[in-house]
């Protein structure tokens, strides 16, 4: 009896192992993604104007900071559909490690770059090019994260295991925006300007190294494995957007309002409250 009670422990172990580790790994993704955003956003508002965009007024530098920003939201359409399609294709679990792994190392590196005192006109071309790498990853991550918990979770659960990775995104920005806090309040304005906002950067590889090991652990979704003998269109973005043209629209103008208010809080505030009306850097975040 022993010998056949053994393997139905394991397997249900196995069962709710799974949708947990699925929910962990959607959690931890969307808290890289949204740490290291909000982290570019922070400091496309504290510093980037002044460190990558010289030569121009300080209100034209500003713009471009912004802009450099917003470079990451129009490629993120983009971002969507490329990993959309290599998770339909190569599978979720390739699709997730892949936007993790581009997200952190892009992050990294804007950590590490050199500023236009530096290299002259190459470090916000650089920047850009980091920032448009960082828009891709984002845009295939939110969909993927979704689907990898909701495709492992229990039929009754999936919109609780889905919402871990929504919660990621939170707990992600209020992360970045603690670093930033701590960084402004214990640095002078000089060495924050000098080395400190870099720190955020670098300090991403940490959070990624753990959502990669939880994430490379990870199987295989079953509702991908079963679409794997299933008769596929060779044209699924064509067929979503005939067949479900209000929807997507709809999604589009919705997400499209509630982001851009999220952002004229979380970075547009910072620079308006620390140049307009002159509110400290640690108070305002």
Known sequence: ?????????????????????????????????????????????????????????????????????????????????????IGDRHGRRTAVMLTIVVMGAATVLIGLLPTYAAIGWVAPVLLVVLRVLQGLAVGGELGGAVLIAVEHAPERRRGFYGSFSTAGAQAGTVLATVVFALLTATLSDESFASWGWRVPFLASAVIVLVGVLIRYGLDETPDFERARTQERTRTPIRTAITAHPGAILGITAVMAGMMSIWYLLTVYSLSYATTEVGIAKPTIL
């Open 1 to 85: 009896m022993t010998t056949r009670d053994t393997p139905v422990v394991v397997a249900r172990g196995a069962r709710h192992a799974t949708p947990r580790r699925a929910a962990a790994a959607a959690f931890l993704g969307s808290v890289v993604e949204y740490y290291d955003l909000v982290a570019f956003g922070t400091a496309a508002a504290l510093v980037f104007n002044t460190l990558f965009f010289r030569d121009v007024s300080p209100s034209v530098a500003l713009l471009l900071s912004f802009a450099t920003f917003a470079s990451g939201y129009v490629v993120r359409p983009l971002g969507g559909l490329l990993f959309g399609w």
